[in-house]
């Protein structure tokens, strides 16, 4: 009933950047937060930024200084915008959203993620 579907994904080179955008589509009643997690081959799946509807953020040490999000609420979009990026930032780049939804229940919605490939 929510989809997310990020877009933006690639290969770059270590120091270039890209852009990820991940818009929220369905039966959307209200989101709390969104975010983006990443996985790399091998790895768990991390945190690597958060921000809520007000507007409050969190980072992940590693991508502080570089990574940026944001979101425009009135779109159900959310974005991370990725700077001098590094070979260790390759992943697969998942979306990440909780909502309350039409029930009043909080839930957590998934994209099915976007791969980001920084060659050295």
């Known amino acids: 009933q929510v989809q997310l579907v990020e877009s933006g994904g690639g290969l770059v080179q270590t120091g270039g950047s890209l852009r990820l955008s991940c818009a929220a589509s369905g039966r959307i009643f209200s989101i709390n937060d969104m975010g983006w997690y990443r996985q790399a081959p091998g790895n768990q799946r991390e945190l690597v930024a958060t921000?809520?509807?007000?507007?409050?953020?969190n980072y992940a040490d590693s991508v502080k200084g570089r990574f940026t999000i944001s979101t425009d609420n009135a779109k159900n979009t959310v974005y991370l915008q990725m700077n001098r990026l590094k070979p260790e930032d390759t992943a697969v780049y998942y979306c990440h959203s909780r909502q309350t939804d039409f029930d009043y229940v909080l839930r957590e919605y998934w994209g099915k993620g976007a791969l980001v490939t920084v060659s050295s």
């Open positions: 921000i809520t509807r007000g507007g409050s953020t």
